[in-house]
């Protein structure tokens, strides 16, 4: 799909194939132990129904909502949880699925609420990170991509809940 406006940053393949590698990563890391993924939405959707066909192992899957960003292209710093995990997740190995770690102010808030319920461990991966917004350090363990401070829509990443639909990640000409 062609659109005006947004230039193409990452393709369909490219994801798939960066995808796949985290998947054979996590696979290799977690094997015997008891994962729940957790994917943050609504941006890692299409993300994480990837990621998580790309881990061969038994997992759970759970959501967190969080809104930062209202209609804006750039985040408030004021993180919203609009919906909380469905299960516990005392003593179990979880992974924490982003689109996009952008400040890392929304990703510290979500580590820190996370670590009062006492996983047995408690790590990142996001498919993209922008270095040069970044105001709290945030250890990604996991990461797609590391991309330009710009405005990045598609694959599941929206600009006022468009463009998520996407099948590539492309920057918004003109956002700032």
Do not use: W
Request: proline fraction near 4%.
């Amino acid at each position: 799909m062609n659109l005006p406006g947004v230039k193409v940053l990452h393709d369909e393949a490219a994801i798939a194939a960066r995808v796949g590698e985290l998947g054979t990563r996590i696979t290799r890391d977690y094997q015997g132990k008891e994962l729940v993924v957790v994917g943050v939405l609504k941006g890692s959707f299409m993300f994480f129904a990837d990621l998580v066909r790309a881990i061969d192992l038994p997992i759970s899957i759970d959501f967190l909502g969080v809104a930062s960003y209202g209609g804006n292209t750039k985040s408030s710093g004021v993180v919203q949880l609009t919906s909380d995990l469905s299960h516990p997740i005392t003593g179990k190995h979880v992974l924490l699925v982003e689109d996009i770690v952008d400040t890392g102010l929304t990703m510290r808030y979500l580590l820190d609420n996370l670590a009062t319920r006492h996983p047995a461990s408690l790590a990142v991966c996001s498919l993209l990170e922008k270095p040069a917004r970044m105001r709290v350090p945030i250890e990604i363990v996991y990461l797609g991509f590391s991309i330009p401070d710009e405005f990045v829509v598609g694959y599941g990443l929206d600009h006022a809940q468009k463009y998520r639909n996407l099948g590539f990640l492309g920057i918004l000409e003109g956002a700032v």
